[in-house]
């Protein structure tokens, strides 16, 4: 017990605290070291920082479109893979491919397929008569294409969780619910959907932490534009400490935005509780 | 009390001395990060059969290997004795990097390549020797300090000192499809080509080249795409027009009439590019004209050789390939200055090995040879007055020697501050909001302006 305690506060406690002395100090870059103790100054300067705000609001939208989308989809496809049909294990195991693909990677690629001019998506929407599309070219679009890729990428570990799940719910149940003669949209809703509560919420939570930290796909695909309309909290922060190397600045940033995770990461957890507790 | 309740207080001990340890690792390892170590007073020596010296550099990854290749054992035919280790960096990473080792006490590197805007903030921190002085006993007295032009020479220049030296110039230029240009209809260009002559010729070189009734030829490839590589665009033409980015008191002149103008001649380029141009970066316009997909291309100059010479990667030629300066405004043509430059970490262990190296790099013949053999661009006018050995360069020569006056004339360069970066980021995040319609150039231009002044103030 106390090598990991040690190994987990030396790769954990240290950084944290670092950054957090970071943030209340001010960082002179010819020591590269902080110095002077500042208050909340950095702090200040953090939150009225615009493009911090703005980053903010950004990370939110993609989560408010991304999180939904991608555990409704995985739990439908875990669900539609649960049935018995021919060639089930091969695309049971090909869908698990996005999944173990760098998320740079991906960005980089998808980036090649949506491209107007050369991707195969143009080639493709253009057999249908359909004029290419501008993936990355507006605001909107380019916020609907990193869910796009970044649905692709993460909805297969959401379909693992929760084909697990359904394989692990009581057969009995949906036996009797057979004799009664529910149809599968009934068992559905009202048999696997309030046992699987729990675990969608959960998978909710896991999910949310990993998408929080979104950055690499919107750095291989569109840099946090096109302006700042994809401009997440981690791509700003990452920009502010090691292409401005303001660490002093960017450690408040990452300071506050463990905060808020953390706030939000509780009420998320409570809302399970309380729903596992009711059922 | 059960067994668990025994276990907990243990538990909580564990946890406690664990936090206590990275306290205490935290107290140690914070403090100053200098050492009271002086440099080394005799510069380390250049090594002895015996006694080989290993030096260190860190280099952006897109030559690194090359360099490594082929460049090192070349200087090691007159230098055997100095081992020469190149590391690829990553761009994104260089600056914290050799910040980073600039300021350690046991350093892991003797050299760096520095881009045209990271001198003041590297040397305003203190870490780059000073080559015309600290180096001066090391320094051979045929290197010739005046046979480089100004232009690439500055870039490494700050405060009255010369930290580095230009080891790969760059200059923002235009590429042109000498075929798609006759397929339009229209006369090559030339370097008095004017920015408003590039305009009236643009719709035409949209064009359907085979006949089949679609469009699949463009006028124009840039960097449109949210980056710091955007900005230098429309910063050229407002240079070419007399304007310049800020004033001798680092106060911002841009958001004028011929700014502003600028900016959207920016914009407006993109009705004459592919579809996707918004999100062009650095190697999609290339790959356009490289496809024979886009007449012309504004990007720097190095990429000339994968653009028209290399058969690997291109299936365009020389002779097809045109290159010059950008547009011309009133003031002149435009361009603006990219320089890789080479320099020697202050806490370096071994400063006369370092700059022996860069110095062979960088003089008469050792420039010749990078040139000829590498095709990097040089910035010894010796060397551009010269002919190289490979065709391809002669018409680059005269485009680079062209561009170094051009340069040199109208200041033509990214800001020069230790807050360089954080400047180019404002203007990279407004030019982005620009070119998406999300802003008019009038607005993004007085946005960049506060927001420079509220950076500079702090």
Request: with cysteine; proline share 6%.
């Amino acid at each position: 017990m106390l090598p990991a305690t040690v190994l987990l506060a030396a790769v954990l406690a240290y950084p944290l605290l670092y950054t957090l002395q970071i943030s209340f100090s001010k960082f002179d870059l010819a020591t590269f070291s902080p110095t002077e103790w500042v208050g909340l100054e950095n702090y200040t300067a953090a939150l009225k920082n615009e493009t911090f705000q703005n980053s903010l609001v950004v990370t939110g939208i993609y989560l408010v479109l991304a999180l939904p989308l991608q555990i409704v989809l995985g739990f439908g496809i875990a669900y539609l893979m649960n049935a018995e049909w021919r060639g089930r294990g091969v695309v049971r195991a090909l869908f698990l491919i996005p999944m173990v693909v760098a998320p740079v990677v991906s960005g980089g690629i998808w980036k090649m397929i949506l491209d107007p001019l050369w991707g195969v998506v143009g080639w493709f929407l253009g057999l249908f008569g359909i004029p290419a599309i501008d993936w990355f070219g507006s605001a909107s679009m380019s916020m609907i294409s990193v869910v796009i890729i970044d649905t692709w990428r993460s909805v297969p570990f959401v379909a693992l969780i929760a084909a697990a799940a359904l394989l692990a719910l009581p057969k009995d149940v949906f036996e009797a619910a057979k004799v009664d003669g529910a149809n599968w949209w009934q068992t559905l809703w009202s048999v696997s959907l309030p046992m699987l509560g729990p675990i969608i919420a959960a998978t909710f939570v896991v999910r949310w932490l990993g998408a929080v930290k979104m950055f690499d796909i919107i750095l291989a695909t569109t840099n946090g534009g096109p302006g700042e309309a994809t401009n997440v909290v981690n791509l700003f922060i990452y920009q502010q400490a090691f292409r401005l190397l303001k660490f002093s600045e960017s450690s408040a940033m990452a300071v506050i935005v463990l905060v808020i995770t953390m706030i939000l990461t509780f009420v998320f957890l409570l809302g399970s509780k309380k729903l596992e507790d009711r059922l | 009390m059960t067994a668990g309740t025994k276990r907990r207080p243990k538990r909580l001990l564990a946890v406690a001395g664990a936090a206590a340890l990275s306290l205490i690792a935290l107290t140690a390892c914070t403090g100053t990060g200098s050492s009271d170590k002086p440099a080394a007073v005799d510069g380390g020596g250049i090594g002895t059969a015996k006694k080989h010296v290993k030096i260190t550099m860190m280099s952006n990854d897109a030559f690194a290997q090359q360099w490594q290749d082929q460049l090192v054992p070349e200087f090691n035919k007159e230098f055997p004795y100095i081992d020469v280790t190149i590391d690829a960096v990553p761009y994104t990473e260089l600056l914290a990097k050799g910040l980073l080792n600039g300021t350690d006490p046991d350093p892991q590197y003797d050299l760096i390549t520095l881009d045209d805007p990271w001198t003041p903030q590297l040397a305003n921190a203190g870490v780059l020797m000073d080559l015309k002085n600290d180096a001066k006993q090391w320094t051979d007295k045929g290197y010739d300090w005046a046979d480089f032009n100004a232009a690439p020479l500055a870039s490494s220049e700050w405060d009255g000192k010369q930290y580095g030296v230009p080891l790969r110039s760059n200059m923002l230029l235009m590429f042109y499809n000498k075929a798609l240009y006759a397929k339009a209809g229209l006369a090559e260009p030339t370097p008095e080509l004017t920015w408003d002559q590039y305009l009236k010729e643009a719709p035409s070189l949209v064009q359907d080249t085979d006949g089949d009734g679609k469009v699949d030829s463009w006028a124009v490839g840039l960097t449109w795409m949210r980056g710091v590589l955007s900005p230098p665009v429309w910063q050229a033409v407002l240079n070419s027009n007399g304007g310049a980015l800020f004033d001798k008191d680092m106060k911002p002149t841009f958001d004028t009439k011929a700014g502003i103008a600028a900016l959207q001649t920016q914009v407006d380029l993109l009705k004459y590019a592919p579809p996707g141009a918004t999100n062009y970066n650095y190697t999609e316009p290339l790959d356009a004209f490289r496809q024979g997909k886009v007449a012309s291309i504004f990007t720097w100059g190095s990429a000339y050789k994968s653009a028209a010479v290399d058969p690997a990667v291109t299936t365009l030629t020389p002779d097809q390939v045109g290159i010059q300066t950008m547009p011309a405004g009133s003031d002149g043509a435009s361009t603006h200055r990219g320089i890789w430059s080479g320099s020697v970490f202050k806490n370096s262990a071994h400063p006369e090995a370092a700059w022996t190296f860069l110095q062979w790099m960088t003089s008469k013949k050792g420039e010749v040879w990078t040139t000829n053999t590498l095709g990097s661009f040089p910035a010894r006018k010796s060397t551009l007055a010269s002919t190289p050995s490979q065709a391809w360069l002669a018409p680059v020569f005269t485009t680079i020697q062209s561009a170094y006056d051009v340069a040199d004339k109208g200041q033509m360069w990214r800001p020069r501050s230790p807050e360089s970066n954080a400047i180019q980021e404002i203007l990279a995040d407004q030019t982005s909001a620009a070119v998406q319609g999300q802003t008019s150039a009038k607005d993004a231009l007085a946005k960049a302006t506060d927001q420079i002044n509220e950076l500079l103030k702090k």
